[in-house]
């Protein structure tokens, strides 16, 4: 089972739109898919019409006084599962702070996952704490959509220190280009390689395009509705390249 | 065991988890609508589509996926084709989109699909086992956010393909597949369905039955052991031993002929090879003129059945070199699979040819009518009215003080002809005493061929890497002649050679450590408590 985990300290950047789509294109892959909803907005959860609460809140799920396979709903698609959003997970940090050897804990809860799932993604809320800090642990890769200018340029260099102090049990980070507009000259010399960034970022780009809001209006993954349109595509390639990445 | 993405479950008492998907077979598909229509009254629905469904379900010969409550689906619908494999008490296990139509697991592409299936079927070839097609309306059932919570499929089928509607037995269905963690609102749908409409669902892996693929079929046509006791006569015994070896030969033929999966080959091969190692090394039984003959005309099929097995054994090896080669060189092989399967087919043509001709249908009819002809009375072979135990001890004795002797022999500097001879008569050791191993103690025996086994492993992997850098090395020549080999896969071949004569050298280090295991006074102690001869040799 891989574990991949969508995060950007800025918000706003396609984060969970990626998640939904990646994940969406591993299940049709023929991966059995789970995607875990950290974020308090429960953005992904409300894209697949799924109620953004888990019985207990986060803190029970943790402690696994119940399991996650009871707070798991299918999506509309199969082969792709969500664990909602609860709204307790605003107060991760300070749960985590609280909890006992958490990193323990939540690879425990990862591992009674491992059977049911072959790829499970991790849609991260913009902060960075202790329990960022934990999930990054569990993770395999990180996956950090980027709007290519310089603010979110400095924003991944932060990430990268802040990682660089996590030794061995750091996951590999893949950024990418997110919501990529080519008509900003910023935009098209960043992503032409003309100002380097601090991790090598993926080939695939995710174009800033009408048909990724719209997936609010059809709560569904953009390949669902667009078939075929350049970023339902972007977002197919963006999955193979990390697949390649992870094996 | 293959885990269904369902919820987790719970046993009600009839037995079937109320949490997995349910089938209703229908009387008739006005039925069908009254059930939908009923739904749509008390729930909140959703139509879909209605659509041209064909699906064709797939195991092996032998049902390894349905001995793992599995199976495999191949659907075309909406003009696209996908696989699905799901479990056979209901629900997906996994879906991929591809319009491969399934075979080895070599064939399917890379990734977590193949990876599912690839150990459950191993080397066998998934055949269809029925084709249905029909039309399947689709419905939901939402709550209150407009979420599906359980998905409905209102089906008519026909079983046999679009163009063959045979059996024109029309069946109807109706599926209710909860979604995950929405157990509550399936259950309310199949209460009302059975409740108002007294339907009853199909008991849990029914649905396959309803096409009607039966349940298990005939389990691999391996040889059956022959009944033989210590003081049957030994042409008596003997001939049963061959009886049974000819049973296997027919009872592969049919599969080998159609190519069904290369196990049948195996068998079909293997039985022929254990009937030439019982004629010769169990001589003096029967006369040797008719003896002759038999063995002229089994040497005749083994040698034209040779070629396509080396293709057989060629292309299941091709993962394991693919394996052996890093990522990117790997689609390099694509020309080498190309050409094998290419040469299996024409290889095919002959083996059927061979199966088809008037010399094998002699030497099976005279074969069968020889066996079954009651042994003489009075014979002037010694040996014939031996009991059969004496005898094979001597033969067995004899043999294995040969192995020894040979073993013995081999360093590290012996010539590799030397291991291939000890491995020719390890291989006959094996045979022989697998014919006869009912007449010695069973705990006993087992533990000289698994002593036997071991040293066979390693002859083996020393033979087969040998064997296969020869056959890549002819490939590609023949590739070549024809004009078919890049040189990008000459390349990784020549790589794939080398990587295969390292591992040759490496199953040739061992070879020595093995025979001196197999060489231990404790294996040579149990050899001689088994099968030193208890009467003078030779005489009765």
């Known amino acids: 089972m891989k574990i991949i985990a969508c995060y950007n300290l800025k918000g706003g950047v396609g984060k969970t739109a990626a998640t939904v789509n990646l994940a969406y294109h591993a299940a049709q892959q023929g991966a059995r898919t789970l995607i875990w909803d950290l974020d308090p907005q429960g953005a992904a959860s409300f894209y697949f019409r799924v109620k953004p609460k888990v019985k207990g809140g986060f803190d029970t799920l943790l402690k696994r006084r119940r399991s996650p396979m009871k707070s798991i709903r299918g999506t509309d698609y199969e082969g792709l599962d969500l664990l909602p959003a609860d709204f307790s997970a605003r107060h991760i940090d300070l749960i985590v702070d609280r909890t006992r050897k958490p990193k323990r804990r939540l690879k425990r809860l990862v591992k009674g996952l491992k059977k049911e799932y072959d790829c499970v993604f991790l849609d991260c809320a913009p902060s960075i704490g202790v329990a960022t800090e934990v999930l990054f642990q569990i993770a395999d890769a990180l996956v950090v959509p980027t709007i290519p200018t310089t603010l979110s340029v400095n924003t991944l260099k932060r990430i990268k220190k802040h990682l660089k102090g996590m030794n061995g049990s750091a996951p590999t980070v893949l950024p990418f280009f997110s919501m990529v507009d080519r008509r900003k000259q910023l935009h098209k010399s960043i992503c032409e390689g003309e100002q380097r960034l601090p991790i090598d970022p993926l080939n695939a780009s995710i174009p800033y395009s009408s048909l990724v809001e719209q997936m609010g209006t059809h709560r569904a993954p953009v390949s669902t509705f667009a078939a075929g349109s350049r970023p339902a595509r972007a977002y197919e390639q963006l999955g193979e390249e990390i697949r390649a990445q992870l094996n | 065991m293959i885990a269904p993405t369902g919820d987790v479950g719970r046993s009600s008492a009839v037995g079937t988890d109320p949490d997995a998907e349910r089938h209703y077979a229908l009387a008739s598909p006005a039925l069908g609508e009254r059930a939908l229509e009923l739904l749509r009254a008390r729930f909140r629905t959703r139509d879909d589509a209605l659509l041209a469904v064909t699906r064709a379900y797939y195991d092996t010969f032998d049902r390894r996926l349905a001995g793992e409550d599995a199976i495999l689906c191949r659907t075309l619908e909406d003009g696209a084709h996908s696989l699905r494999l799901e479990s056979l008490s209901g629900g997906l296990v996994r879906r991929l989109a591809t319009p491969i139509v399934p075979g080895f697991a070599a064939d399917l592409p890379r990734g977590p699909f193949h990876d599912a299936i690839a150990p459950l079927i191993d080397v066998r070839r998934l055949l269809q086992l029925v084709e249905i097609t029909g039309s399947v309306e689709r419905a939901s059932v939402l709550d209150d956010r407009g979420k599906t919570t359980v998905r409905l499929s209102f089906e008519q089928w026909t079983i046999g393909s679009r163009a063959d509607r045979i059996h024109g037995a029309d069946i109807t269905l109706l599926t209710a597949t909860p979604v995950k963690g929405y157990g509550k609102a399936a259950r309310r749908v199949c209460e009302l369905l059975e409740a108002e409409l007294a339907l009853h669902p199909l008991p849990p892996g029914a649905l396959l039955s309803v096409f009607g693929v039966a349940p298990q079929s005939a389990a691999t046509p391996a040889a059956t052991r022959p009944a033989i006791t210590r003081d049957m006569r030994s042409d008596e015994a003997i001939k049963r031993i061959y009886a049974s070896l000819l049973e296997t030969i027919v009872a592969n033929e049919e599969g080998t002929r159609r190519r069904t999966d290369p196990e049948f080959l195996h068998q079909f091969r293997v039985a022929i090879r254990r009937t030439r190692a019982g004629i010769a090394r169990l001589r003096g039984v029967f006369p040797v003129r008719t003896m002759e003959r038999f063995k002229r005309e089994f040497a005749w099929l083994g040698s034209v059945t040779g070629p396509m097995r080396d293709l057989d054994v060629h292309l299941m090896e091709l993962p394991a070199y693919e394996a052996a080669l890093p990522p990117e060189a790997r689609g390099d092989l694509e020309p080498l699979r190309t050409h094998l399967e290419l040469s299996a087919d024409r290889e095919q043509v002959k083996l059927e040819a061979a199966l088809e001709s008037e010399r094998y249908a002699r030497l099976i009819k005279s074969w069968r009518a020889w066996l079954r002809r009651p042994v003489p009375m009075r014979t002037p072979l010694v040996d014939a009215r031996r009991p059969i135990e004496q005898l094979a001890r001597e033969r067995i004795y004899k043999l294995h003080g040969r192995v020894l ?125 088994l099968f030193a001869p208890t009467a003078p040799v030779g005489t009765e």
């Open chain 2, 405 to 529: 002797k040979r073993g013995s022999k081999i360093d590290d500097q012996t010539p590799d002809e030397a291991v291939h001879d000890l491995r020719l008569d390890c291989k006959k050791l094996r045979y022989l005493i697998e014919f006869f191993r009912d007449l010695f103690d069973p705990k006993v025996i087992k533990q000289q061929i698994r002593a036997l086994k071991q040293l066979q492993e390693v002859l083996g992997r020393f033979n087969d890497f040998s064997v296969q850098q020869i056959a890549l090395a002819d490939a590609t020549h023949e590739m070549a002649e024809h004009g078919r080999a890049p040189l990008a896969t000459a390349v990784v071949v020549g790589r794939l050679i080398e990587t295969l004569r390292g591992r040759q050298q490496q199953a040739r280090d061992e070879v020595r450590g093995r025979i001196q295991t197999f060489n231990t006074p404790d294996n040579r102690a149990r050899a001689e408590q």
